[in-house]
T-cell receptor
């Protein structure tokens, strides 16, 4: 079953704009991870934020985590056409690295 | 680093046939995961291994599915007999703990 629900399901923006994706989850977590999936490829890990962290940055990526609201957001700044992909959040309860993935957001970045 | 290697990349077979999917994890990773991805159900965890031992197979849909990990560098997922509803993309992922590394999947079509 899906632990995470992502919002929006699809997002279309122009190159240079920022893209924000949200993830909500239901149970307690040890950490939350974001992955990217290009068409026809496997998922690629982007960033991990631990339950005791509120914000984390990696290049053009900014992730926030609000454990009281059981939600996270992924911000991609200054988007590029190459950012076109599906983005998934995944929650880790902290036992044996078993992840539960969300439903994903399909991001389309146009020139 | 070669990454997670899955074979075959595509498989088309007739209903009732046995299907075997193969995975070579990244050397040194002690956890291995099999996922199935469909439009309707998203990304589902089927089974995962830790140090070659199956830990949780609660996601395996039914007895027609079986998975083995005879050694640290090889795993198989077998479907026998296959049915059209098994059509999906099957991913293998490995992890040293924390983020998971995915192969590019096997696209399975059961006619």
């Amino acid at each position: 079953s899906q632990q995470g629900e992502e919002d929006p399901q699809a997002l279309s923006i122009q190159e240079g704009e920022n893209a924000t994706m949200n993830c909500s989850y239901k149970t307690s977590i040890n950490n939350l991870q974001w992955y990217r999936q290009n068409s026809g490829r496997g998922l690629v890990h982007l960033i991990l934020i631990r339950s005791n962290e509120r914000e984390k940055h990696s290049g053009r990526l900014r992730v926030t985590l609000d454990t009281s609201k059981k939600s996270s957001s992924l911000l991609i700044t200054a988007s590029r056409a190459a950012d076109t992909a599906s983005y998934f959040c995944a929650t880790d309860p902290g036992t044996a690295s078993k992840l539960t993935f969300g439903t994903g957001t399909r991001l389309q970045v146009t020139l | 680093d070669a990454g997670v290697i899955q074979s075959p990349r595509h498989e088309v077979t007739e209903m009732g046939q046995e299907v075997t999917l193969r995975c070579k994890p990244i050397s040194g990773h002690n956890s291995l995961f099999w996922y199935r991805q469909t439009m309707m159900r998203g990304l589902e965890l089927l089974i995962y291994f830790n140090n070659n031992v199956p830990i949780d197979d609660s996601g395996m849909p039914e007895d027609r599915f079986s998975a083995k990990m005879p050694n640290a560098s090889f795993s198989t997922l077998k479907i026998q007999p296959s049915e059209p509803r098994d059509s999906a993309v099957y991913f293998c992922a490995s992890s040293p703990g924390g983020p998971q590394h995915f192969g590019d999947g096997t696209r399975l079509s059961i006619l």
